[in-house]
């Protein structure tokens, strides 16, 4: 071999091409992050406003005199 094919050699020896590793977006996870907290906030005020519902429900019924808390005797 002569010497610049040795060179040659040498250099594309370097010059493999190795995968790059990419490591998260940060943008994505924020934004990822922030959707999925949007979402479990609006199950939690979903089930929030539908407990109120049934409370005010109930007091209403007590008020009216449709149900009474005080056992039967």
Same mark, same amino acid.
């Given at each position: 071999? #002569?010497?610049?094919?040795?060179?040659?050699? #040498?250099?594309?020896? @370097?010059?493999? =091409?190795? =995968?790059?590793?990419? @490591? =998260?977006?940060?943008?994505?996870?924020?934004? *990822? @992050?922030?959707?999925? @907290?949007?979402?479990?906030?609006? +199950?939690?005020?979903?089930?929030?406003?539908?407990?109120?519902?049934?409370?005010?429900? +109930?007091?209403?019924?007590?008020?009216?005199?449709? *149900?009474?808390?005080?056992?039967?005797?």
């Amino acid at each position: 071999m #002569s010497r610049i094919d040795k060179e040659k050699n #040498s250099k594309m020896a @370097g010059r493999i =091409p190795h =995968p790059t590793l990419k @490591g =998260p977006s940060v943008v994505k996870e924020i934004v *990822i @992050g922030m959707a999925l @907290g949007l979402v479990a906030g609006g +199950f939690w005020k979903m089930h929030h406003w539908n407990e109120q519902r049934k409370v005010r429900a +109930f007091y209403d019924m007590l008020e009216k005199g449709e *149900i009474s808390v005080v056992a039967e005797e």
